[in-house]
């Protein structure tokens, strides 16, 4: 387990493209700025698990990735371009799989002492299905959550 520090050295903040994503990546990166901490901007996208019935045929894996690699950079860019990052460290990062899981687990394995998410992300079905990411998230990090609406 890792030791929290306060203020905070290391801010982990999750993005989805929706509205409540970049208000936390603002709030995160004016905690990040005021108390001269690194923060991480991460997006994390669920591949498909299925071709649910969708006419046509499947996209080859190639083209899946290349589809979930352009998602992940324009949820990046757009966050760049729309929050105030001056003078603040950090960093960009893109997963793949599981977003409460790959979270949780970058908190642990990365010394982050606080993770800023957005209230209720862009998955509807996600949070009708399994729950929101950010409910997964406070309940399995080791480090505390802040939830921004």
Known sequence: MTTTHWPPQHILVGID???????????????ARTNGARLTIMTVVRPPEGWWGIVGTPPTATAMARML???Q??????????????????ELVEEIGDPA?????????NDVDLVILGRQGAGLLER?????????????APSPVMLVP
């Open 17 to 31: 493209g929706s509205d409540q994503a970049t208000r936390a990546a603002a709030t995160a990166a004016d905690m």
């Open 69 to 71: 690699e352009s998602a």
């Open 73 to 90: 950079r324009d949820v990046l860019d757009a966050v760049e371009a729309d929050v105030d990052l001056t003078d603040v460290v950090y």
């Open 101 to 109: 899981a790959i979270l949780s687990n970058y908190t642990l394995d």
């Open 128 to 140: 009708i299905m399994i729950g929101s990411v950010a409910n997964r998230v406070s309940h399995k």
